[in-house]
Antibody
């Protein structure tokens, strides 16, 4: 049973860089049927998509965060990572990593949603 | 401000049918498939519906999704106490080079 686990510092100061890693167990992040996403949720608020990265390394980001976000893969460790630069208090949230499923059909991918999620890790930005 | 608009709350008694709406636009729901996620208290979200109306393995058939034009709906029939949760619609949005968007979320309360 595939599992995802987020890890990283829980407390940051304003202007620092948030670095989180998601470790994937019992699966390979290199499989072409998957893509890997980050989502965050401020306390008491809704979900916000941060971005996703494909096994090729190609990534898409939320336009509102694009200038500060970088995602990457480490296929040797079955891990993917998130870096968010110049954090402020507005970046305080629970951060989730998730696996997305897609299947190639007639030369085009069909997407089947984010089917496996990590438990989430709380990040606080405070001076 | 979410691109996809949901009512903040919905409620029903056990056994009732509850429907949650999700309103978008031609840049998202109107041209892309809709997903629904359920988030139980203090847990990670769970995929409930994909491709507008398909249930992943293990999701009870009490949950059903539909889409018409730029709006989508999630229906919960035979409401149970364990269905009390936050529900989010989601879709890909083709504007601004493309990005994924979640709805504002609906809290379902079982009375």
């Amino acid at each position: 049973q595939v599992q995802l686990q987020e890890s990283g510092p829980g407390l940051l100061k304003p202007s620092q860089t948030l670095s989180l890693t998601c470790t994937v167990s019992d699966d390979s992040i290199s499989r072409s049927n998957y893509y890997w996403s980050w989502i965050r949720q401020p306390a008491g608020k809704g979900l916000e998509w941060i971005g996703r990265i494909y096994p090729s390394g190609s990534a898409s980001y939320n336009p509102s965060l694009k200038s500060r976000v970088t995602m990457s893969l480490d296929t040797s460790k079955d891990q993917f990572s998130l870096k968010l630069r110049s954090v402020t208090a507005a970046d305080t949230a629970v951060y989730y990593c998730a696996r997305g499923l897609r299947r190639l059909r007639l030369l085009k991918y069909d997407y089947y949603g984010l089917d496996v999620w990590g438990q989430g890790t709380s990040v606080t930005v405070s001076s | 401000q979410s691109v996809l608009t949901q009512p903040p709350s919905a409620s029903g008694t056990p056994g009732q049918r509850v429907t949650i709406s999700c309103s978008g636009s031609n840049s998202n729901i109107g041209n892309k498939t809709v997903y629904w996620y359920q988030q139980l208290p203090r847990t990670a979200p769970k995929l409930l519906i994909y491709s507008n109306n398909q249930r992943p393995s293990g999701v009870p058939d009490r949950f059903s999704g539909s889409k018409s034009g730029t709006s989508a709906s999630l229906a919960i029939s035979g409401l149970q106490s364990e269905d009390e949760a936050d529900f989010y619609c989601a879709a890909w949005d083709v504007s601004l080079s493309g990005h994924f968007v979640f709805g504002s979320g609906t809290k379902v309360t079982v009375l």
